[in-house]
């Protein structure tokens, strides 16, 4: 059984509270053991970073640091979270003065990062360390009349150089690959690896909001009948402006919207009302009538 540090992030306890149970569900059935880094704190994604970037240095420090006195990688199940942890990682990797700098504030708490940390989304751990064999394997109610639309966002596909990319390919087309040994059919469309709208929301909410129609009326024109992220906030922005996005389009939208863990729980046959789907804003009922799982 593999184990790691798991760093659930502040969306999938507050926002989008069905990911972190979902989560957990599927990481218990692939044999994925989680220690979770209790009292770890926000990357400081968006805002902090923005404002005082060596402050969400220190903070990301902190927690790898946590996770280096376990030996474990760090498991999270949010791309924003990947994103910015990555880019703080290699800030503190490429610049031994600066990490003894970050330090030097972690010390007062008794902390020091060595830099051998390695956080890693859940989507890839599921494709490089528990492999699609083991995950076709568990699955036992194959997604094939489903088609699924992925969307990446921002933060999970740049930059390229912090997220690994020349030395892992395989991570640019990961949810098309784990889609496909669900059982699904994936329906590609241009803005996958775009920005979803969420950054701007609260100061052009038009904007974003005609972000997230332009993205879901892509995938349905296309024939999708869900869209899957490994973002919670991509779902807080896809899902849930969805309704303003028809109002302000005056387009009869209605695409479901999935995290990961939910799609891959579906598959694997987990009840839809442990997975959280009745709190989604946009009803999957449709896609569970494809799949032949009971509306929770």
Known sequence: MAKYAFFPGCVSRGGCPELYPAAKLICERLGIELEELAGASCTGAGVLQEKNQFLGDVLNARTF?????????ILTICSTCQGVM???????KDDPEYLAKVNSHLAEEGLEYKG???PKHLLWIIIEDVGLEKLSS?????LEHLRVAPFYGCYIM???DALGFDENPQRQTSLETVITALGGQVVDFPGKSRCCGFPILTINERNSVAMVAKHTTEALDLGADAMVTPCPLCHLNLD????KAMSQTQRNINLPILH??????????ISPRDLGLQRHIISPSDVLGIVGAATP
């Open 65 to 73: 640091a946590m996770a280096e006195g376990l030996g474990l990688p």
């Open 86 to 92: 990555s880019q703080a990682n290699k800030r503190l």
């Open 116 to 118: 051998t940390a390695v």
């Open 138 to 142: 568990y699955v036992t109610a194959p």
């Open 158 to 160: 740049r930059p390229t």
């Open 240 to 243: 849930g402006y969805q309704p």
């Open 260 to 269: 990961l863990p939910q799609l891959i729980g579906l598959a694997m046959g």
